[in-house]
């Protein structure tokens, strides 16, 4: 039961363009959601995320946007850049009482940024 | 400097040995976590440790057992490895278990194949 889904396995965008990744859930209790970056061969990097009480984050040239009555989020890129060029992906979790919460991933969107 | 290390980076051996992977974070955190990511690129999470106490333990095969000897290192050793354990393993840390403490810092990941 997958309950974070990024259904865009891949995605192209031209240098200078924005990037646009999406990503769904299903589990109404998640209540704070992050992205990260993953390049070949390394771990994932912390990119950006978003409480549940708000619905938008911004921090450079990154911005999340949270819809929650839709159970989207998404992630833009403005402009993109080569060096953008990476696995994205999304992650949920879920506060519960004085336990922890675990990150619920996707399965990744590869962004290329092309010259 | 390194926040989250793990070693060794690839580690090739046969079904049925025992090994172990180390993990180290030097960023004062308190929880740490293993992740299996599968050949489907599906990061999950299988244990999480907080203070050196065990806090998240999924249903995760009784062969792989994690071990914190304090809250700076958590091992994974897995007894009787299987073909099936083929897999990137990732350690990552965070602050603590909940909303912005739970952004997880994560090694480079060690790959594992089982012959």
């Known amino acids: 039961d997958q309950q974070v889904k990024q259904n865009s396995p891949s995605l192209s965008v031209q240098e200078g363009r924005i990037s646009i990744l999406n990503c769904d859930y299903t589990n109404s209790m998640f209540d704070y959601f992050l992205w990260y970056k993953k390049y070949p061969a390394e771990g994932p990097t912390f990119l950006i995320s978003i409480s549940s009480i708000k619905d938008k984050n911004e921090d450079g040239r990154f911005t999340v946007f949270l819809n929650k009555s839709a159970k989207h989020l998404s992630l833009h890129i403005v402009p993109s850049q080569p060096g953008d060029s990476a696995v994205y992906f999304c992650a949920a979790s879920a506060q519960r009482d004085g336990t922890a919460s675990k990150l619920t991933f996707g399965t990744g969107t590869r962004l290329q940024v092309t010259l | 400097d390194t926040a989250v290390s793990q070693t060794p980076k690839y580690l090739v051996t046969q079904m049925g040995n025992d090994k172990s992977i180390k993990c180290e974070q030097n960023?004062?955190?308190?929880?740490m976590y293993w992740y299996k990511q599968d050949s489907k690129k599906f990061l999950k999470i299988m244990f999480s440790?907080?203070?050196?106490?065990?806090?998240i333990n999924e249903t995760v095969p009784n062969r792989f057992s994690p071990k914190s000897p304090d809250k700076a290192h958590l091992n994974l050793h897995i007894n009787s490895l299987e073909l099936g354990d083929s897999a990137v393993y990732f350690c990552a840390s965070s602050q603590g278990t909940s909303g912005a403490k739970n952004i997880q810092y994560f090694g480079a990941g060690t790959r594992l194949s089982v012959l």
């Open positions: 440790y907080n203070n050196k106490e065990l806090i």
């Open positions: 960023l004062g955190h308190d929880t």
